[in-house]
């Protein structure tokens, strides 16, 4: 069984400490992964339009609902995932009609593209695992609940319905 990262290790992951717009691209989505427990799936789908945030809160409007009606939920950022998230809005604008992750030549990233800069991460960070998106996911869903969150209010902010999917995603 893989051993989760700590916190302190999730932050060095997510955070490449670069100028460079594709890293800070990365750095955006790894961070919105860790820092929300969203689906890789549900951040490629986003586009600016589904940004509106303040100082200290992003909210982001989540497809996935049933029958694909819209699942809207507050999601708010820790401070430096806020700011490495701004830092990239930034660097793209907002211009209503884009995807928030994108190539240099203008498609969507994938979940290829963040796995595959997850395991040179850790490479070079000197772990010993490779970590996925998905761990990143499970890496939020447990450290939540470490520092005493409810599983019923993480279900909320995951956009599940059910607790006990909370649970096994935090084992």
Known sequence: MQAFPSAVDCVRLVDSKSDDPRKIRI????????????LVSEILEL???????????????FK????GAPLARTV?????????????????????????FVSERGHALNGSTLNAELARRCAALGFVERLTTGDLRRACVRHCLERGMRA??????????????VVALGR
């Not at 708010?76 to 928030?100: T, V, Y």
């Open 27 to 38: 750095d955006a989505a790894l961070s919105l992964l860790y820092g929300t427990g969203c």
């Open 47 to 61: 586009g600016t339009a589904h940004i509106e945030g303040t100082e200290t809160e992003t909210r982001v409007a």
């Open 64 to 67: 996935g609902g049933r029958g």
């Open 76 to 100: 708010a950022l820790s401070g430096k995932a806020k700011l490495i998230f701004d830092r990239h809005l930034d660097g793209i604008g907002l211009d209503p009609e884009r995807l928030l």
């Open 152 to 165: 019923d209010q993480l279900a909320v902010l995951l956009g599940v319905s059910d607790v006990n999917t």
